[in-house]
């Protein structure tokens, strides 16, 4: 019994793969759930309207901006010239003050302050605005007591007035389903040929290598495509979320990231030689990830800065952005045109890496 332990204990030691999925997978997910799952908001971009510099004016600002929550980006006179900000995701609340708030306050003339959030992720949003709400009211109470009653401050949602939380699961629905039926599935489908012995029949047959490989993710292709229109339309007419943007570009976006899912489950293969493996890898390095760094469930600027940048590299995180700007914000190329190129980018190294590794089995 000692020898038979000992030889396992070697075999396991000598077997680099299952050494990093037994001990180094645990420790990675345990860091990513630590850090990740968390429904605090720490520095939150957000504007300022103002039209005059008054005391009261100055010192809500100096409180927020000295808040952990808020991060005051810029401060404007008209709030139109935020509109763009919004729609390109760089602020996420603007606080609306109003001309004169010390001596209206002191005549005891009503005063309204509005928050004007991005409800396209309504769990941040609201957030922000019950935050932002105790800091205003609480810096009134403090500098004029009697006149704390005349203060209303009143909140407004962009995108998404109901504040419906359909809002950021459909998106997050569309991503995983995606990249469970694209990476996944095609990993398992291309090792089981290698697992079962049929990949050297294919081999020497008259296919060539990339045909055999289009072959085998076309079906899947397909597949996703009818799996995203089906949740879109069933978004739109049982659920009725708003498609503001072009529906051309979300499809063409959908291709696009459906490809990129496709060359990374072909890498997947490429590097694992069992359907279990494939299986494991596919879980730990794409599932979870999806779920927790792509920002649909928790905000990506709330994750210490080391997530925030492994977040980058994940796929979904930048389709995620996407979908949001298409559907719910209705912006175009010309706002989403970086989050393309990026995963444009990462569909063509995954598919060189892929060819790399395949010609490297074939030899």
Same mark, same amino acid.
Do not use: C
């Given at each position: 019994m000692k020898a038979f332990i000992i030889?396992?204990?070697?075999?396991?030691?000598?077997?680099?793969?299952?050494?990093?999925?037994?001990i180094g997978m645990p420790v990675a997910q345990i860091l990513i759930f630590g850090y990740a799952i968390t429904t605090?908001?720490?520095?939150?971009?957000?504007?300022?309207?103002? %039209?005059?510099n008054d005391p009261l004016s100055q010192l809500i600002i100096q409180h927020l901006d000295a808040s952990q929550w808020f991060r005051i980006k810029k401060i404007e006179t008209n709030s139109s010239r935020l509109e763009n900000d919004f729609r390109r995701g760089e602020i996420r609340m603007t606080v609306a003050l109003p001309d004169n708030m010390e001596k209206r306050?002191?005549?005891? &003339?009503?005063?309204?302050?509005?928050?004007?959030?991005?409800?396209?992720?309504?769990?941040t949003a609201n957030?922000?605005? %019950?935050?932002?709400?105790?800091?205003?009211?609480?810096?009134?109470?403090?500098?004029?007591? &009697?006149?704390?009653?005349?203060? %209303?401050?009143?909140?407004?949602?962009?995108?998404?007035?109901?504040?419906?939380?359909v809002f950021m699961f459909v998106p997050g629905t569309i991503v995983i389903l995606l990249m469970l039926l694209s990476a996944i599935m095609t990993s398992i489908?291309?090792?089981?040929?290698?697992?079962?012995?049929?990949?050297?029949?294919?081999?020497?047959?008259?296919?060539?290598?990339?045909?055999?490989?289009?072959?085998?993710?076309?079906?899947?292709?397909?597949?996703?495509?009818?799996?995203?229109?089906?949740?879109?339309?069933?978004?739109?007419?049982?659920?009725?979320?708003?498609?503001r943007g072009s529906m051309a570009l979300l499809l063409a976006e959908t291709v696009l990231f459906i490809a990129l899912a496709l060359s990374l489950g072909i890498f997947i293969s490429t590097i694992t030689l069992t359907q279990q493996m494939a299986m494991l890898l596919s879980m730990f390095a794409l599932m979870l990830p999806t779920i927790l760094l792509s920002g649909f469930i928790f905000p990506i600027e709330n994750m210490p800065l080391w997530l925030q940048y492994l977040s980058n590299l994940m796929p979904p995180r930048w389709f995620v952005v996407i979908i949001r700007g298409i559907m719910i914000r209705g912006i175009g190329l010309?706002?989403?045109?970086k989050e393309t190129l990026i995963l444009a980018g990462m569909t063509l190294i995954f598919i060189l890496l892929s060819i790399k590794k395949f010609k490297l089995r074939l030899e």
């Open positions: 030889k396992e204990i070697r075999h396991l030691l000598r077997d680099p793969r299952s050494l990093l999925i037994l605090d908001l720490k520095e939150t971009d957000i504007a300022i309207v103002r %039209q005059t306050l002191m005549q005891s &003339s009503p005063l309204e302050i509005q928050l004007i959030g991005d409800a396209s992720d309504p769990n957030l922000l605005a %019950q935050y932002a709400k105790g800091i205003i009211r609480t810096t009134v109470a403090q500098s004029f007591p &009697s006149q704390y009653s005349g203060i %209303q401050v009143t909140s407004r949602m962009l995108y998404n007035e109901e504040i419906r939380s489908s291309l090792t089981r040929e290698k697992e079962s012995g049929s990949m050297e029949v294919l081999l020497v047959s008259p296919l060539r290598p990339y045909e055999i490989i289009l072959g085998k993710v076309i079906p899947y292709i397909g597949l996703s495509f009818l799996n995203a229109a089906i949740i879109l339309l069933l978004a739109r007419f049982l659920f009725g979320m708003p498609f010309e706002y989403l045109w």
